[in-house]
């Protein structure tokens, strides 16, 4: 059972490059998440979506967009890359919403813009 | 004041010792709470839920107080594989939109 499959684990951007990074959960579940990580400020939410069919903003949303495929996949777009983006980026996902139960969370896209 | 706060240690105990960490949280109308574990480099995971009556789970104990508007994490008996950063993480009531604290690190020395 994979849980929750993220690519790809590293990347180098130039600023101004664009990349979609990609999440695919096989549990079913209908909450899917993205996070970003930076040292010191925790985890920050940058989009949610509840369920198939809809995406809501997070606390920081600026510079990203994101397409819910279907049910399994959940995919976060730079359009074009900053260095003020570098950080470690999680997706993560819950069978209801993440304040009632237990989310799991992808291995990480750790991205660098230069 | 922030949403979620907690002391990013680190803290460095010997393996056997008690170690205890504490998470404030602003929001008084807040529902329900987790602390989370994550290892170096790695995605977070759940560890417990926090019951208002509190809850055990082996050397684990989570407590909530209203009152003072915090939860604690107790881990008895420290192992060195319990080193990691623990998370606190708090809903807000609002839709979705858990915070996370930014988590305390803990070093188990042999």
């Known amino acids: 059972n994979a849980g929750v499959t993220q690519t790809p684990k590293f990347q180098v951007l130039k600023t101004g490059q664009s990349m979609t990074l990609q999440c695919a959960q096989d549990?079913?579940?209908?909450?899917m998440y993205w996070y970003r990580q930076d040292p010191g400020m925790g985890l920050r939410l940058i989009y949610y979506?509840?369920?198939?069919?809809?995406?809501d903003k997070g606390e920081v949303p600026n510079g990203y967009n994101v397409s819910r495929l279907n049910k399994r996949e959940f995919s976060l777009r730079l359009e074009s890359a900053a260095p003020s983006q570098t950080s470690v980026y999680f997706c993560?996902?819950?069978?209801?919403?993440?304040?009632?139960?237990?989310?799991?969370f992808g291995q990480g896209t750790r991205l660098t813009v230069v | 004041r922030k949403e979620v706060e907690q002391d990013p240690g680190p803290f460095n105990v010997p393996e056997g010792a008690t170690v205890a960490f504490n998470c404030t949280y602003s929001?008084?109308?807040?529902?329900?709470f987790f602390w989370y574990r994550q290892d170096c480099r790695k995605e977070p995971k759940l560890l417990m839920s926090?019951?208002?009556s509190g809850n055990e789970d082996g050397r684990f104990t989570a407590q909530l107080n209203r009152a003072s508007q915090y939860i604690s994490l107790l881990i008895r008996d420290s192992k060195l594989s319990d080193s990691a950063t623990y998370l606190c993480?708090?809903?807000?009531?609002?839709?979705?939109?858990?915070?996370f604290g930014t988590g305390t690190k803990l070093q188990v020395i042999p």
């Open positions: 979506s509840a369920s198939e069919g809809t995406t």
């Open positions: 993560a996902s819950s069978e209801v919403t993440m304040g009632n139960t237990e989310a799991f």
């Open positions: 993480v708090v809903n807000p009531g609002g839709y979705q939109k858990v915070t």
């Open positions: 929001n008084s109308a807040s529902q329900s």
């Open positions: 926090v019951y208002s």
């Open positions: 549990m079913n579940h209908n909450s």
